[in-house]
């Protein structure tokens, strides 16, 4: 016969682990946040949707060939400029190239940590987008949602995964 205490403290280490969220997901879910209005300049969003502070510019853009790979024909060569950017861990946001119906031809991420510190406080760099018809590309945009928060999903990392997420990047073919 087993002893009531036995029992009493199984049913509180389960219930100590299920309060810690240990035993399961159950009380974690996964949601994505819409993805914001893209422009060539936009103030930088987290994932509820409100302003972090920091503005994202595309300055230029041009059709040339990228100096590493010329053989390979036009790319687009872009700049951009973030604003109230802090230097190690400011935002990531998507830089699209779009024709002009406003379809993405390609994106990629781009972090403001990883350009280079101006007089102004601004941060700036470049960047190179390879499109199959470049000669298609009416401009560069950017998605304002802040890329660069912790994509843990509920299924990798069930006690601090989960939660609201930053869109998935736009594919080739999404309107913007």
């Known amino acids: 016969m087993v002893p009531i205490r036995v029992f009493a403290g199984a049913a509180l280490a389960l219930a100590v682990l299920a309060l810690s969220g240990c035993s399961s997901h159950w009380g974690c879910t996964d ?3 819409e993805r914001g209005e893209a422009g060539v300049r936009v103030q930088v969003v ?12 595309v300055v230029d853009w041009r059709l040339e060939p990228h100096p590493q790979v010329p053989s390979e024909g036009h790319q687009i060569h872009f700049h951009y400029r973030f604003d109230g950017a802090e230097e190690t861990s400011g935002p990531a946001v998507d830089a699209c190239a779009v024709d002009k119906e406003r379809v993405t031809l390609m994106c990629r991420t781009i972090h403001s940590s990883d350009a280079w510190p101006e007089p102004d406080g601004a941060r700036t760099g470049d ?7 470049p000669e298609q590309v009416a401009e560069v945009l950017l998605i304002p949602n802040d890329q660069s928060s912790d994509r843990r999903s509920c299924e990798q990392d069930s006690k601090d ?7 998935e990047p736009a594919s080739e073919g999404d309107q913007l």
């Open 31 to 33: 949601r994505t946040a």
């Open 46 to 57: 987290e994932t509820s949707g409100r302003p972090l502070g920091v503005t994202a510019e």
């Open 127 to 133: 960047g190179w987008l390879t499109v199959e018809h």
């Open 161 to 167: 995964g989960g939660g609201l997420h930053p869109p």
